[in-house]
C-alpha cells in the first residue's frame, strides 16, 4: 500500500507498507497437498501476456514471479482458461501437461487468482463414490482456502488502517508544531454554504477565540470596511479562472491603540477542473506584521543611503550624480510637455586664490556661505541647486524662459556679493562674487534625448562672463 505524505501543498514523499506473503498466505495454501501427492494451489498474477505464480511451485523447481504460461500459447492451462474469465471447476492440463481437474477463483482486493488443482489419475483412482465426495472435498477446500485468504486480507487491511491512523497523527500534530512555529495557518472557502474552516493556527491569526468555522458575513467583521470588496474580487478571480492569487489585508482591532496587523493570503481552487458550487477555495494565511515592519524599515534606511549618495557631503547640496539624474528627467519632460528648460552655471570668482590666501579649511566655509545663499533664494518647488564640482554650482529651472532665468541669475549674483564675504584675493571688489552663465530652449521631440547641448550653452556663457571681467551674467542663446 502507497500513502502519500504532505506539508501543507507540498509532498514530502510516501508511506510504503510490505506485506511479506511467505510468513503469512503461503502456509494456508500449502494446506491442501496434505494427505495428496498431486493437489496443489497456486497464487497467479498476469503480466502482459504472460501468466506468472506467486508462490512457490510443489513440482516445478522455479523463483515467485517467474512466468508460468503464455496466454497466446498455452490457452489451453487451467492457468490460461482462468485468466480467460473460467470460474469454478476446470478441466485441462497444468504447467507439467498433466491433465487435473481444477477450481479457479479471484482474490478480492488483488489482482490475483486462486488456483487449486490434482492430477485426474488420482482423482479419479476410487469408485465414483468417492470421486464425487473428494472432488466436493477439493472445492470445499479451494472455499475455505480463499475465504481464509478473505479474512487475512481483511485482518491486515484493519492493521494497515491502524498504523496508517497512528502515522497521521502524529503527522498532524508535527504539521500543527510547524504551524505554530511559522506562524502560518490554513483555511478553505466552501462556495456551496458559505462557511470559512480554519485551522487552529488560522483561527489563531484571525482572533476567533478559538472558532474554527466562519460564515462570509463573519469574516467580513474581521476586515476594514474599505478592503471587503477588492478581497472578494480576487477571491472570485481564483474561483472563475483557476488562478492563483495573493491577497494582503489588515485585521480590524476591537481597541484603537491596537497595533495594526497585516494578514498575507494565498490562495488557490482544490481542483483547478471544477468551477461549479461544490468547488472549494484552499489557501494558507500567515501574520507578516513584523515582516511588513522590517520590509519598510529597510526600505527607509535604503532610501536613506539613496539620499546621501545624491548629497554634496560638504555643502549639504545634491551632488553630481543627482544633477545627471534630474537633468535626464526635466529635459525628458520639457520634450513631453514642449515647456522651456533653463540652467544656470556658476562659478565663485577668485576662488583659488581665496584658498592660496586664506587656506583649505576657510575656503571650505565660502563654499557652504554661497551654497546656502544659493538654495535659500531658489525658492520655487521644482528648482534645484546643485554642487557641480570644486566651486562651481548649477541651477536647474523647469518651465523657465530665457529672460526669466536671466533676471533669477542676475539676482543671485547681487546676492552674493552683498553678502560682503571679504576675499583680499579679489582684486575688484575685495568681496566674494559670483560669474553665471545662462542658457534655455525649448526641446523638441527631434532633439537628443540628454539635454548635453544645454549645459554646453551655459558653460560658454559662464566662460564669457569671466572672461569679460567676472561678477556678471551671460547669456547663450540656442541660435
Known amino acids: 500500500m502507497l500513502t502519500p505524505l504532505y506539508d501543507g501543498l507540498q509532498p514530502l514523499g510516501a508511506l510504503w507498507m510490505v506485506v511479506d506473503l511467505r510468513a503469512n498466505l503461503f502456509p494456508l495454501l500449502n494446506a491442501i497437498q496434505q494427505g495428496s501427492a498431486t493437489a496443489e494451489s497456486m497464487l497467479l498474477q498476469r503480466e502482459g501476456s504472460d501468466v506468472v505464480h506467486i508462490n512457490p511451485l510443489r513440482h516445478r523447481i522455479s523463483q515467485p514471479l517467474e512466468r508460468l504460461a503464455s496466454m497466446e500459447q498455452d490457452n489451453d492451462l487451467v492457468a490460461v482458461q482462468a485468466f480467460a474469465g473460467i470460474r469454478g ?31 485426474v489419475t488420482e482423482a479419479f483412482a476410487h469408485d465414483q463414490r468417492k470421486e464425487g465426495v473428494f472432488l466436493g472435498l477439493l472445492i470445499g477446500v479451494s472455499a475455505f482456502l480463499m475465504l481464509s485468504t478473505v479474512l487475512y486480507w481483511i485482518w491486515l487491511t484493519g492493521k494497515r488502517e491502524h498504523v496508517l491512523k497512528l502515522e497521521l497523527e502524529n503527522h498532524m500534530r508535527w504539521l500543527e508544531r510547524a504551524q505554530k512555529t511559522a506562524l502560518l495557518g490554513f483555511f478553505s472557502i466552501d462556495w456551496s454554504n458559505q462557511k470559512i474552516a480554519l485551522s487552529p493556527m488560522a483561527a489563531e491569526i484571525l482572533g476567533t477565540q ?142 583659488k586664490g581665496y584658498n592660496d590666501h586664506y587656506g583649505h579649511l576657510q575656503g571650505d566655509v565660502c563654499l557652504q556661505q554661497v551654497a546656502q545663499v544659493l538654495e535659500q533664494h531658489v525658492q520655487r518647488g521644482h528648482d534645484h541647486v546643485f554642487r557641480f564640482g570644486g566651486e562651481e554650482f548649477v541651477v536647474l529651472l523647469p518651465n523657465t524662459t530665457l529672460s526669466q532665468a536671466q533676471q533669477m541669475a542676475a539676482h543671485l549674483c547681487q546676492t552674493v556679493q552683498m553678502q560682503s564675504i571679504e576675499n583680499e584675493a579679489a582684486p575688484e571688489s575685495q568681496v566674494v562674487t559670483i560669474s553665471v552663465g545662462v542658457a534655455s530652449m525649448t526641446p523638441t521631440k527631434s532633439d537628443s534625448l540628454r539635454a548635453c547641448p544645454l549645459m554646453e550653452m551655459a558653460d560658454t556663457a559662464l566662460y564669457q562672463a569671466k572672461s569679460a571681467g567676472r561678477n556678471q551674467v551671460c547669456v547663450q542663446r540656442p541660435d
Not at 471447476?89 to 477450481?103: F, I, K, T
Open 89 to 119: 471447476v476446470l478441466y485441462g492440463p497444468d504447467y507439467r501437461r498433466h491433465q487435473v481437474l481444477a477450481a479457479s477463483g479471484v482474490v478480492p482486493d488483488s489482482p490475483w487468482l486462486l488456483v487449486s488443482k490434482i492430477d
Open 210 to 351: 478559538g472558532l474554527q468555522q466562519l460564515t462570509f458575513s463573519d469574516f467580513a467583521r474581521y476586515l476594514p470596511p474599505e478592503q471587503i470588496k477588492p478581497i472578494l474580487r480576487k477571491l472570485l478571480e481564483v474561483r472563475r479562472h483557476g488562478t492563483v492569487q495573493k491577497i494582503e489585508f489588515d485585521l480590524r482591532t476591537q481597541h484603537q491603540q491596537a497595533q495594526i496587523r497585516t494578514v498575507e493570503c494565498w490562495c488557490e481552487m482544490e481542483d483547478v477542473a471544477v468551477y461549479d458550487q461544490t468547488a472549494k477555495i484552499i489557501g494558507t494565511i500567515q501574520d507578516i506584521t513584523q515582516r511588513k515592519a522590517t520590509d519598510q524599515a529597510l526600505e527607509q534606511y535604503r532610501n536613506l543611503l539613496e539620499h546621501q549618495v545624491r548629497k554634496d557631503s560638504l555643502t549639504g547640496l545634491s551632488n553630481r550624480r543627482a544633477l545627471d539624474e534630474e537633468l535626464d528627467r526635466a529635459w525628458r519632460h520639457a520634450i513631453r510637455e514642449n515647456q522651456p528648460l533653463a540652467v544656470l552655471v556658476i562659478d565663485i570668482d577668485h576662488f
